[in-house]
C-alpha cells in the first residue's frame, strides 16, 4: 500500500485547518450559551438607559434596530464563506487549487476583493426595460430572505421571534421571492430574462408543494408548527433508539422520506445545480438576471445563498436536532449541522448534471408528490396504531 506524502504547503495549511478548528471551538465554549450573554450585556445598557432618563420606546426602537443589524451582518458574512467555500470544494472536486492569493491563506479574502468589485461597477439599466420592475426586482428577491431568518431558531432560545406557526411563516414569506425573479425577467425587457423568470417560477411552484407535504409527517409526530418545539422535542430520550438521538432522519422510513423530499425540493427552490434550469448559461445567458450588473446583481446572489444557509437551517432543525448536542453551546452545534448541510448543496452542485426541463417537472409531480402524499399516510397510520 503506497501511502500520500503530504508537501509542506498541505501540512501548512492542515496545521492552520487545525488551529481554527480549535480557535473556533475555544471560541464557543468560553463564550457559552449565547442568550445569556446577550440578557448581561442587554441588562447593563437597560441599566444605563435608566440612569439617563431615555424612553423606553427608545429603548424598543433600538432592540429592533440591533436585531436586524446582526441578521443582516450574519447573512452577509455567512454569504461571502460559502461563496470562498464553494469555490474550494469545487476546486478540490476538480483537482485543482481555487482561490490562493487574495488575503494570503487559501485565497480566504476573494469573495470580500469581489463584494469591493460589484460596489464599484456601474449600474446599467437597458433602454427597453421598465425602469422601477427593474429596480424592485433585487429588492423583492433578497428582502423575503432576511425575513425568514426572524424565525429561524440558532440555538437553544436564539430565536429573534418564537412564533407559534414558525415554519409556515418561513414558507409563506419565502415564497414571495419568486414574484422578485418573475419582477427581473420580464422588467429587463430581454426575451432570455423573461424566459428566465416563467422557468423559475414554474419551478418554484411545483416544488414548493412537496416540499410543504415532506414536513406535514414532522408536524404530526411533534404536534407544533414551533421549529423551536420541534427542535426540543428531538432532544427528548427515546427507547426504541439506543444508540441515536431521537432525530427525525433516524425514523424508519417517515423521518428518511421526508428528509430526502425536502431536501431535493430545497435545492430546487434555491435554483442550483441540478435544478438550475432557470439560469441555464447555455440556454439563457444568465437567465432572469441576465441584465444586471453591479450591486442589483449582488443582491440576487446574496439571495440564493442566503436561501441556501436558510434551508440548511431548517433542516437542521426540524430532522437533526436543532442546537441539540453534548459540551458545546447550542448554537455553535447548529452552525456546525447547517453548514454539514451547505456542504450537500455544494456537493450536489459539482456532481450532478443539469436535468431536462420536462423531466424536472416529471419528477416533481410524478415521483415527489406521490411519495409525499403516501408519507403523510404511513405517519397517520404510524400515530393511530402505535
Known amino acids: 500500500m503506497i501511502l500520500p506524502v503530504w508537501t509542506i504547503g498541505q501540512k501548512r495549511a492542515a496545521g492552520v485547518l487545525s488551529g481554527v478548528i480549535a480557535a473556533a471551538v475555544g471560541i464557543a465554549l ?12 442587554w441588562e447593563s445598557v437597560l441599566g444605563l438607559a435608566a440612569k439617563k432618563a431615555v424612553p423606553a420606546i427608545v429603548m424598543d426602537i433600538a432592540s429592533m434596530v440591533i436585531q436586524c443589524s446582526v441578521i443582516i451582518g450574519f447573512i452577509s458574512v455567512a454569504v461571502m464563506f460559502m461563496v470562498w467555500w464553494e469555490r474550494k470544494v469545487s476546486a478540490h472536486m476538480q483537482s485543482r487549487l481555487g482561490p490562493m492569493e487574495t488575503g494570503g491563506w487559501h485565497g480566504w479574502a476573494q ?18 426595460a421598465s425602469p422601477w420592475v427593474h429596480f424592485l426586482a433585487p429588492v423583492v428577491t433578497f428582502v423575503p430572505a432576511f425575513l425568514c431568518y426572524a424565525a429561524l431558531p440558532f440555538g437553544d432560545k436564539t430565536i429573534s421571534v418564537d412564533l407559534d406557526v414558525g415554519i409556515l411563516y418561513i414558507f409563506a414569506i419565502s415564497g414571495i421571492s419568486v414574484l422578485g425573479i418573475i419582477m427581473a425577467g420580464w422588467g429587463g425587457g430581454n426575451k432570455y430574462s423573461m424566459l428566465g423568470g416563467l422557468r423559475a417560477a414554474a419551478q418554484s411552484v411545483s416544488y414548493e408543494i412537496p416540499r410543504v407535504l415532506s414536513v406535514v409527517p414532522i408536524l404530526m409526530i411533534a404536534g407544533s408548527m414551533k421549529l423551536t418545539a420541534i427542535a426540543a422535542y428531538q432532544s427528548e430520550p427515546v427507547s426504541w433508539l ?6 427525525f432522519i433516524f425514523y424508519p422510513f417517515i423521518g428518511q422520506v421526508s428528509f430526502l423530499i425536502f431536501l431535493i425540493c430545497s435545492v430546487a427552490e434555491t435554483n442550483r ?8 448559461e447555455s440556454e439563457l445567458v444568465a437567465g432572469f438576471h441576465t441584465e444586471y450588473s453591479g450591486m442589483k446583481f449582488s443582491f440576487f446572489f446574496l439571495a440564493e445563498y442566503a436561501f441556501v444557509f436558510l434551508s440548511s437551517g431548517m433542516t437542521a432543525a426540524l430532522f437533526l436536532g436543532g442546537g441539540s448536542g453534548p459540551l458545546l453551546p447550542s448554537w455553535f452545534w447548529f452552525l456546525i449541522k447547517t453548514f454539514a448541510v451547505v456542504f450537500l448543496f ?3 452542485r459539482w456532481t450532478f448534471p443539469r436535468m431536462r426541463v420536462d423531466r424536472l417537472m416529471e419528477f416533481c409531480w410524478k415521483f415527489l408528490l406521490p411519495w409525499s402524499f403516501v408519507n403523510i399516510l404511513v405517519t397517520g397510520a404510524w400515530l393511530i396504531l402505535r
Open 30 to 41: 468560553a463564550v457559552g450559551e449565547l442568550p445569556v450573554r446577550i440578557a448581561q450585556i
Open 111 to 128: 469573495t470580500i476583493a469581489d463584494a469591493i468589485k460589484l460596489l464599484l461597477k456601474e449600474d446599467i439599466v437597458p433602454e427597453h
Open 242 to 247: 439506543p444508540f441515536l438521538p431521537k432525530w
Open 273 to 280: 445545480t441540478p435544478f438550475d434550469i432557470a439560469e441555464a
Open 346 to 348: 455544494l456537493w450536489f
